[in-house]
């Protein structure tokens, strides 16, 4: 069974602050998405990350997949109360068409 | 386009009620998923429709739950009879191909409490 786990679950700093959520597994993963959600609120879209080792920027989020394409992260400078959120990191493999494997979330709090 | 839209946004029934929950997709996607989430397990798949036609149903919990596309543009999961444990928030999500690689694009789900 593929998993994904991520960490922190829960994130609170201050805003200005660096912050790098991290997703990992035990399984290869032929893509990985990253998505954000708000309180009442389906998650969106922020990057697809296809190519181990590649680096992917979003303003102030920076994404990486791991050369082994088993892991994650995503790295925010300078947050802002703006960031605040869930963020999901989902794996997909080619052989299972759509089928994502979402991780359990990083509840991120941005205080002013 | 409006997005993918579901109804209702809030649901509380009884236990034992059976429960409707309906999804219209974004016109054009051709993939329709449908999610479940909670505080303990996180966002699972439920199942997925590509072009109408069911594809993986393997994450459906038991045979209370079921779920049909009778066309592109509209989708319904059923839970008949509803159990407490039900309670969750359903997403449903489309997408232009069943591609991993592919956007998926939620709707705002809808919040069921079953008591």
């Known amino acids: 069974t593929q998993l994904l786990e991520q960490s922190p679950q829960f994130l609170s700093i201050q805003e200005g602050e660096n912050l790098t959520v991290y997703c990992n597994s035990s399984?290869?993963?032929?893509?990985l998405q990253w998505y954000r959600q708000e309180p009442g609120e389906g998650p969106v879209l922020l990057v697809t990350?296809?190519?181990?080792?590649e680096v992917k920027k979003l303003k102030r989020l920076t994404f990486q997949f791991g050369d082994a394409r088993k892991d994650s992260s995503l790295h925010i400078t300078a947050a802002q109360p703006g960031d605040t959120g869930l963020y999901l990191c989902?794996?997909?493999?080619?052989?299972?068409?759509?089928?994502?494997?979402f991780g359990q979330g990083t509840e991120l709090s941005v205080k002013p | 386009d409006a997005g993918v839209i579901q109804s209702p946004r809030h649901e509380v029934t009884e236990m034992g009620q059976e429960v409707t929950l309906r999804c219209k997709p974004i016109?054009?996607?051709?993939?329709l998923f449908w999610y479940r989430q909670t505080m303990m397990r996180g966002l699972e798949l439920l199942i997925y429709?590509?072009?109408?036609?069911?594809?993986?149903d393997s994450g459906m919990p038991e045979d209370r739950f079921s779920a049909k596309m009778p066309n592109a543009s509209f989708s319904t999961l059923k839970i008949q009879p509803s159990e407490p444990r039900d309670s969750a928030v359903y997403f449903c999500?489309?997408?232009?191909?069943?591609?991993?690689?592919?956007?998926?694009?939620f709707g705002q789900g809808t919040r069921l409490t079953v008591v």
């Open positions: 999500a489309s997408s232009l191909e069943a591609s991993m690689n592919t956007e998926a694009f």
């Open positions: 399984s290869v993963f032929s893509s």
């Open positions: 990350v296809v190519t181990g080792g």
């Open positions: 989902a794996g997909g493999t080619y052989n299972q068409g759509g089928k994502l494997i």
């Open positions: 016109s054009g996607h051709n993939s």
């Open positions: 429709f590509n072009n109408n036609v069911p594809i993986d």
